[in-house]
């Protein structure tokens, strides 16, 4: 128990006693603040991560803009520099809405859907009529005349069959020599094996397009009479994807260099079986034309163990052009050992981290948030960049430099300003710090008109 001075006790002590007492006492409460505001900083950072993690576990994933017509920005000498931070949402009391999603608009019922949606579909003709004996005996003899059909339709749905090919290949030997020769005829998919090209395209299609395990295939096929183990599937798609789809990849590849802008991303996958423990982390990378090039898109996927620079090196070895990237270090210390590659940043990657800072502020301050701030700002970029759309790259090169570039420079003169009063640690800073360190790779898009504005449509691909 800690020893205290009774009134009467402090009124003999000694003034210099006192004295020395009192500045103890100063020092220790000194460090006691500064180990309490640490502890409140740690604290608030925790809070941020939790808050954080269940957003991302339980909240919306979607990060859709809203109107952006509120932004006002300050001009000085001719020149927009930044937004002014009190003039920049004419409402700061205004309501918000509780998500950053856009409402769909309510559509008009269209006439004639179902027809339009059957009109390709091969029809089937099933005819109901009375005979002439019905007829007559209901109406009398010339009693009745035909009026036009009464038509009504309803789905068919043929569920898949099996058959066997069996291909008898005439053979044919020379009476006067050795010489035997065959008919032409189809080659086999694999050799000595059953599978066909239609067999292995059901097989990838459920597989791989609707995700269907290989052993809910193997009971499917077996309701059909077929018996075909998830091991004879497992091993005909190693074999033809090596023997077949690797020609394509590769030929993929090289028609992936011809482009002057490409994007790439990488996401982590679990695999259970490839000579590590189970549940050991590989990664999945992907690389894809950019997708401003709407009429020829390529996407690629490279898988590996680990998120080694050597595999995009590798990948990008025989590139020449602009590569657009999130802010994963690889991709910038690849262009710096190059003079023919550049990298463009994502302006979704930038924003995404504003808006984990929001996610943390209670919801009765965002508006008035330096975050908040800054998404809009972003929000009025998007804005411009979404009228572009339709434009040619030179087009689009001329409106961003016009319109689009004083934006950003207005985004970044504000957050240089405000960076000084933004704290050391928690999700803000983790912010600034990004796009600040991001500014070089952010602004390429200013400079082409064929690079995207952010990396998104990697993101949709893997």
């Excluded at 005829?185 to 090209?197: D, E, F, N, T």
Aim: with cysteine; net charge negative; charged share 25%.
């Amino acid at each position: 128990m800690a020893f205290k001075f009774t009134e009467e006790q402090l009124n003999t002590l000694d003034k210099s006693f006192i004295v020395n007492l009192f500045l103890q006492l100063q020092d220790q409460n000194d460090k006691l603040s500064g180990e309490i505001q640490e502890l409140n900083k740690k604290m608030e950072v925790l809070i941020e991560q939790i808050t954080l993690a269940n957003k991302n576990r339980f909240g919306r994933s979607s990060e859709k803009m809203t109107d952006t017509s509120q932004i006002c920005f300050m001009e000085v000498d001719g020149t927009i520099v930044f937004f002014n931070e009190a003039e920049a949402v004419s409402d700061l009391d205004a309501e918000e809405p509780d998500t950053l999603e856009n409402k769909p608009a309510r559509t008009a019922k269209v006439v004639g859907k179902k027809d339009a949606d059957i009109k390709d579909l091969p029809v089937n003709i099933i005819n109901h009529y009375l005979t002439d004996e019905e007829l007559v005996a209901e109406f009398g003899e010339n009693g009745w005349k035909q009026l036009p059909d009464a038509i009504s339709k309803r789905y068919r749905f043929i569920p898949a069959k099996v058959e066997i090919d069996e291909h008898h290949v005439g053979v044919y030997a020379s009476k006067t020599d050795d010489r035997i020769i065959k008919a032409d005829h189809p080659k086999a998919l694999l050799h000595g094996s059953l599978v066909s090209p239609t067999i292995a395209a059901a097989i990838m299609n459920g597989k791989y397009v609707n995700a269907v395990p290989l052993y809910r295939l193997e009971q499917e096929f077996s309701r059909y009479g077929l018996t075909i183990t998830r091991q004879n599937m497992a091993n005909w798609m190693i074999r033809l994807g090596e023997s077949y789809l690797a020609v394509l990849y590769d030929y993929l590849h090289q028609k992936l260099y011809n482009y002057h802008v490409i994007q790439a991303d990488e996401t982590p996958v679990l695999v259970n079986r490839d000579g590590r423990s189970a549940g050991s982390k590989s990664y999945m990378w992907v690389y894809r034309s950019g997708h401003l090039y709407t009429d020829k898109q390529i996407v690629l996927y490279d898988y590996h163990k680990t998120r080694n620079s050597s595999h995009p090196r590798e990948f990008l070895r025989d590139y020449s052009g602009i590569c657009v990237t999130d802010g994963y270090q690889v991709y910038h210390t690849i262009e710096k050992e190059r003079e023919d590659l550049q990298i463009a940043g994502c302006w979704v990657h930038a924003r995404r981290k504003f808006d984990e800072a929001l996610t943390v502020i209670p919801k009765a301050h965002q508006n008035k948030s330096n975050a908040f701030l800054v998404i809009k700002q972003i929000q009025a970029i998007y804005r411009e960049e979404g009228k572009l759309n339709k434009l040619s790259s030179e087009e689009r090169l001329m409106q961003r430099q016009l319109v689009i570039k004083p934006l950003v420079d207005a985004l970044f003169a504000y957050l240089k300003k405000m960076e000084p009063t933004v704290p050391a640690s928690g999700q803000l800073r983790k912010a600034y710090t990004y796009i600040l360190n991001q500014e070089k790779y952010l602004r390429v898009f200013l400079e082409d008109g064929e690079v995207p504005i952010d990396n998104n449509a990697s993101e949709r691909a893997i």
